[in-house]
């Protein structure tokens, strides 16, 4: 059974710059979740993507978008990054079903100057 | 937005100790969830309890829900110096299927 990556681990950009995130689900999972965690806080929900659509959203700008690919593997984008945008950035797959338990990935550092 | 609780914010304790945090929420359940994050990395899952569930064990973890006060507790027992880390809970609610997330809870072991 292969987790849950993301790629890249740190990156740094420039403020109004535009990022990509990515992230490949665990094998058999056909749902994934991309939350955005601030130092010392707890996971805020991005959006959610089911087979290539997007299925719920959290309270984030149009500027954070998103894609599922038909394998399931998944990328955020950011555009005219702020200096608010560094976060730990966290990807989870899942099943569909219930009970919705969620296998996560090892996140993104992304740090705005 | 964030439904759940966590409380305390942060407990220090010596190893050995059993150390207990509590999570609140707002809206009904189908299930909660806590996981553990080790210092800026992802969350691992640890234990899941259903609404109809009133504890369940798993090792050295123990976990009570009380739907009729919408509050859960996580208990770790004989903790050790690799417990430390932060814990969430997160609600899984009756009306859709994407996890909700407290604050967390600081959990340090001194040894």
């Known amino acids: 059974e292969t987790g849950v990556t993301q790629s890249p681990t740190h990156l740094i950009k420039t403020r109004g710059q535009q990022v990509t995130l990515r992230c490949s689900s665990q094998?058999?999972?056909?749902?994934v979740s991309w939350y955005q965690q601030a130092l010392g806080q707890g996971p805020q929900f991005i959006f959610q993507y089911y087979r290539e659509e997007e299925n719920g959203r959290g309270n984030f700008p149009p500027r954070f978008s998103g894609l599922q690919f038909p394998n399931y593997s998944s990328e955020l984008n950011v555009n005219a990054l702020e200096l608010d945008d560094s976060a730990l950035y966290l990807c989870?797959?899942?099943?569909?079903?219930?009970?919705?338990?969620?296998?996560f990935g090892p996140g993104t550092r992304l740090t705005v100057t | 937005s964030q439904q759940g609780e966590e409380d305390p914010q942060a407990l220090s304790i010596q190893e050995g100790e059993n150390a207990t945090m509590n999570c609140s929420y707002k809206t009904s359940i189908n299930n909660l969830q806590w996981y553990r994050q080790n210092s800026g990395r992802g969350l691992v899952h640890l234990i899941l309890?259903?609404?109809n569930e009133r504890e369940k064990h798993s090792g050295r973890l123990r976990v009570t829900l009380d739907t009729s006060k919408k509050s859960s507790s996580l208990l770790i027992t004989a903790s050790r110096a690799a417990d430390t880390a932060s814990y969430f809970c997160?609600?899984?609610?009756?009306?859709?299927?994407?996890?909700?997330w407290g604050a967390g809870t600081k959990l340090i072991i001194k040894p």
């Open positions: 989870a797959s899942s099943q569909r079903v219930p009970p919705y338990e969620q296998y």
């Open positions: 309890i259903r609404s």
């Open positions: 997160a609600t899984v609610p009756d009306s859709n299927y994407q996890l909700i």
């Open positions: 094998s058999g999972h056909n749902t």
